[in-house]
């Protein structure tokens, strides 16, 4: 179970949820230091593609109207310590608009806005 608590959201929207291959959250150059999406199994991205999906894909989350993303998701694939799916030292990340969990590589997600180093 992953919790999340992510202030200075837009109000109100629906935001990508993804765990990112590296744990470097550089705000400078808009977090592409995280890479791309946790993948160790080399999946399409995507819920809706027959390949799919990546380890680190994860369901949209909604905003709440005070611009507080409060959740909590379940990601079966993976797990915080040992093995190919460990998530810890990767980075999660809150994407601009929603995935569309189909298109390729990352579901047409829109910029990275929030990013943090999964400890």
Wanted: one cysteine or more; charged letters at 20%; aromatic letters at 6%.
């Amino acid at each position: 179970l992953i919790a999340l608590e992510v202030t200075g959201l837009p109000a109100g929207e629906w935001v990508a949820f993804h765990i990112h291959e590296t744990g470097k959250c550089d705000h400078q150059t808009g977090h592409a230091s995280a890479g791309g999406h946790f993948n160790p199994t080399n999946a399409e991205h995507g819920y809706l593609t027959g390949k799919g999906p990546h380890a680190g894909d994860m369901p949209n989350q909604r905003v709440g109207p005070d611009g507080v993303l409060r959740s909590q998701a379940f990601n079966s694939v993976v797990k915080l310590d040992g093995g190919d799916t460990a998530i810890r030292g990767k980075a999660l990340m809150i994407h601009g608009g929603q995935d569309d969990y189909k298109s390729q590589p990352a579901g047409d997600a829109g910029n990275r806005q929030a990013c943090a180093v999964i400890e």
